[in-house]
């Protein structure tokens, strides 16, 4: 790919994903632009100082756009307030400023596989009726919905656990774990950040245009080996397992689309020292 896509802007520019997203867009060839305020950006990024609730800001950074790749959101936070207003109304100020300036755009929006019902009877798929128990995901199902109805040529890509490039995620997990009481024989749906670049890419294609696609890799993996990787094992149980498709995604969708993770699992990511 060269420069002649023409302008993307990403907002989460430095996050979780985007930190590591941007440099792999930038060595592909892509004119990058991010949203940011007060903050450094990759080399070979051009930021745009600005914020989801700036209008005037939004117009700048929208402008001639080909794609907007939209990462920023809030996760982790007990303030749900500002998790509806980062998640919703931030994605509305941005569906608003793109179809006033760039409605040609492709509009590329991060989700997350935390959408589906707890009690599924099968790993989440994209026709599933959802039913997110947090803020969270619930901010997120109500921000797809304002974009699938935009008019705007949309995607939407739902993650679930993104892991690697020393992004210290992984690490974290135990706490999480716990506070939660999960079963250790419980499957999580895993991602590495060189798969995001991946599935970005195909949608930058036009590969998922108008599409609800969950990405994930080949293999589920078990709360208590994931801990196991970490040095931090998991107490072992017997017990049955209640809700067992939680937090597991069903990524025939994105197969069927030719996606195909190069991290299949996160097995394959110690040995290769991804992680």
């Known amino acids: 790919m060269d420069r002649q ?19 792999r867009l930038v060595e592909a060839g892509y004119d ?10 990759a080399s070979g990024v051009t930021a745009i100082d600005g914020d989801l609730f700036d209008p005037a800001t939004l117009e ?47 509009f590329i929006f991060a989700s997350t596989s935390h959408v589906y019902d707890i009690n599924n009877p099968h790993p989440g798929r994209e026709d599933d009726a959802l039913n997110p128990q947090h803020a969270y995901p619930a901010s997120k199902v109500a921000a797809e919905k304002e974009l699938r109805e935009s ?10 656990f993104v892991y690697g490039d020393g992004d210290g995620h992984l690490e974290e997990l135990p706490k999480h774990v716990v506070a939660a009481k999960f079963h250790p024989a419980m499957r999580m749906s895993t991602i590495h950040h060189r798969d995001i670049y991946t599935a970005i890419i195909m949608a930058l294609q036009g590969i ?24 931090e094992p998991m107490t072992s149980s017997a017990e049955p397992l209640v809700n067992p498709w939680y ?10 689309l030719g996606f195909q993770a190069s991290v ?3 097995y394959q990511a110690e040995q290769e020292d991804l992680l």
């Open 32 to 41: 990058c632009f991010a949203l940011v305020r007060g903050k450094e950006v």
């Open 247 to 256: 937090l597991h995604a069903d990524a025939s969708l994105a197969r069927s």
């Open 264 to 266: 299949r699992t996160v």
């Open 208 to 231: 998922m245009d108008r599409r609800v696609v969950n990405i994930a890799d080949e293999a589920p993996t078990t709360l208590y080996e994931l801990l196991q990787l970490v040095g």
């Open 151 to 160: 008019g705007l040529n949309w995607s939407v890509l739902r993650f679930p």
């Open 5 to 23: 896509f023409g302008k993307i802007l990403v907002t989460g520019a430095t996050g979780l994903v985007g930190s590591r997203l941007l440099p």
């Open 60 to 106: 700048k950074a929208v402008k001639d756009a080909k794609a907007i790749i939209h990462l920023a959101a809030v996760f982790r936070s007990p303030d749900t307030e500002l998790i509806w207003k980062s998640n919703l109304e931030g994605t509305r100020n941005l569906i608003d400023a793109v179809k006033r300036n760039s409605p040609d755009a492709r």
